[in-house]
Nanobody
Framework: QVQLVESGGGLVQAGGSLRLSCAAS????????MGWFRQAPGKEREFVAT????????YYADSVKGRFTISRDNAKNTVYLQMNSLKPEDTAVYYC?????????????????????WGQGTQVTVSS
């Protein structure tokens, strides 16, 4: 079992920045591909970013490419999402997820079904 706990959400003005963190329990964090997803009110959950087990490869949704950066620190069992140039449409609950599945490339990890474990979410609100 893996427990994921997100933090770092809050209220920010458009154009501002936030850094989300997701701390994972357990001693095998480096064996998980990690991802960030978000869900806005009345909308389906959508993929944001994913990072490989080593941290050497990343993959982003087009809507956040160039503004968000996913990273991880395997020594701290933590994955991060640095969000810059935030827009009101980025407002959502942000979830981190961990996958024990091994797929070739990162594209498959855009799908939530590729993940075994999910955090409880952290609210990000961007005011205009």
């Amino acid at each position: 079992q893996v427990q994921l706990v997100e933090s770092g959400g809050g209220l920010v003005q458009a154009g501002g920045s936030l850094r989300l963190s997701c701390a994972a329990s357990g001693r095998t964090f480096s064996s998980y591909t990690m991802g960030w997803f978000r869900q806005a009110p009345g909308k389906e959950r959508e993929f944001v970013a994913t990072i490989s087990r080593s941290g050497g490869n990343t993959y982003y949704a087009d809507s956040v490419k160039g503004r968000f950066t996913i990273s991880r620190d395997n020594a701290k069992n933590t994955v991060y999402l640095q969000m810059n140039s935030l827009k009101p449409e980025d407002t959502a609950v942000y979830y981190c997820a961990a996958s024990t599945y091994i797929y070739y490339g990162l594209a498959r990890y855009r799908d939530g079904s590729a993940y075994d474990y999910w955090g409880q979410g952290t609210q990000v609100t961007v005011s205009s």
